[in-house]
């Protein structure tokens, strides 16, 4: 199993028009591709204006293939276009990352196949 983590750094005061974008021209997009991500988390304290979020894999090879199909997507082109045209993130990073032997198991239903 393979976590592809997020974390994005957005604007002050721009967290929400984020939020309206990605889940309008976003999200229905990784859903097709990718299903439901392990988790989708707003920072309350820390950190704010961080949007973090997970999406599992079966393994590396199962999310280059799921990316690249929805790479192709017009959709996804569309939204890429409108999320730089907004100017919200600040910066990205993201981590792959595997499960430690003793951390409690994902329910097999979050892997997308």
């Known amino acids: 199993m393979l976590i592809d983590h997020r974390t994005y750094r957005i604007l002050p005061g721009r967290v929400p028009a984020?939020?309206?974008?990605?889940?309008?021209?976003?999200?229905?997009?990784?859903?097709?591709?990718?299903?439901?991500p392990h988790y989708y988390l707003v920072s309350e304290t820390g950190q704010l204006n961080?949007?973090?979020?997970?999406?599992?894999?079966?393994?590396?090879?199962?999310?280059?293939?799921?990316?690249a199909k929805m790479m192709q997507d017009p959709d996804w082109k569309h939204f890429l276009s409108e999320n730089a045209k907004a100017g919200n993130v600040i910066e990205?990073?993201?981590?792959?990352?595997?499960?430690?032997?003793?951390?409690?198991?994902?329910?097999?239903?979050?892997?997308v196949g």
């Open 18 to 36: 984020q939020l309206d974008l990605y889940s309008k021209l976003a999200y229905p997009v990784q859903l097709r591709y990718m299903g439901e």
């Open 50 to 67: 961080t949007l973090v979020h997970g999406w599992i894999y079966e393994s590396a090879g199962d999310r280059e293939q799921k990316r």
């Open 92 to 111: 990205q990073a993201n981590w792959l990352m595997t499960p430690a032997p003793f951390s409690p198991k994902i329910p097999p239903a979050k892997i």
